[in-house]
T-cell receptor, first 116, second 108 residues
Framework: KAGVTQTPRYLIKTRGQQVTLSCSPISGHRSVSWYQQTPGQGLQFLFEYFSETQRNKGNFPGRFSGRQFSNSRSEMNVSTLELGDSALYLC???????????????FGEGSRLTVL | KNEVEQSPQNLTAQEGEFITINCSYSVGISALHWLQQHPGGGIVSLFMLSSGKKKHGRLIATINIQEKHSSLHITASHPRDSAVYICAHGGSQGNLIFGKGTKLSVKP
């Protein structure tokens, strides 16, 4: 059974550009959540999608957005990149939405974004 | 305010030692996650527990809901256990609240 796949694994952008990251969940999983990890702030929740609907959103500016497709694959987009957006972006999939607290999380390897 | 405190922040052990990592949280929760992150960045979910104790191989996780405290134990530690261990619980908005992590280094 394939795990959670994130693409691209590494990317470099410059300030002001935008970036789109992709996450393919484990087959059958309908919940996808996104996280940002930086050395200073640690892991922070970005948002969660379940059945194509955004269920929860963390405290990030509107430049951070996402969506989920009918096949449960999810994308997140960051527009007008800032230096502080340099981070490891992780997604996780689960059978159930996190609010139910019944879903074990399966993480991807992450996409490491560097903003110059 | 939801907070998750982990201790210690850094831990160095000799191979074979028994290791304990602690996690305290400030609000009532229904489940707590223990995660492992290796230097490459990928995260593996070790345990999700809401009461009592769970065991998987050399790893044991316990939780005391009344005291708002959980521990992760590693018996007979091995260098391959070297990683960052993170606890997390569900926030009031359905998000996950993470601790800062405990960096474990096991020396041969």
């Amino acid at each position: 059974k394939a795990g959670v796949t994130q693409t691209p694994r590494y990317l470099i952008k410059t300030r002001g550009q935008q970036v789109t990251l992709s996450c393919s969940p484990i087959s059958g999983h309908r919940s996808v959540s996104w996280y940002q990890q930086t050395p200073g702030q640690g892991l922070q929740f970005l948002f969660e999608y379940f059945s194509e609907t955004q269920r929860n959103k963390g405290n990030f500016p509107g430049r951070f957005s996402g969506r989920q497709f009918s096949n449960s694959r999810s994308e997140m987009n960051v527009s007008t990149l800032e230096l502080g957006d340099s981070a490891l972006y992780l997604c996780a999939s689960s059978l159930a939405p996190s609010r139910a607290n019944t879903g074990e999380l399966f993480f991807g390897e992450g996409s490491r974004l560097t903003v110059l | 305010k939801n907070e998750v405190e982990q201790s210690p922040q850094n831990l160095t052990a000799q191979e074979g030692e028994f290791i304990t990592i602690n996690c305290s949280y400030s609000v009532g929760i229904s489940a707590l996650h223990w995660l492992q992150q290796h230097p490459g960045g990928g995260i593996v979910s070790l345990f999700m527990l809401s009461s009592g104790k769970k065991k998987h191989g050399r790893l044991i996780a316990t939780i005391n809901i009344q005291e708002k405290h959980s521990s992760l134990h590693i018996t007979a530690s091995h260098p391959r256990d070297s990683a960052v261990y993170i606890c997390a619980h569900g926030g009031s908005q359905g998000n996950l609240i993470f601790g800062k992590g405990t960096k474990l280094s096991v020396k041969p």
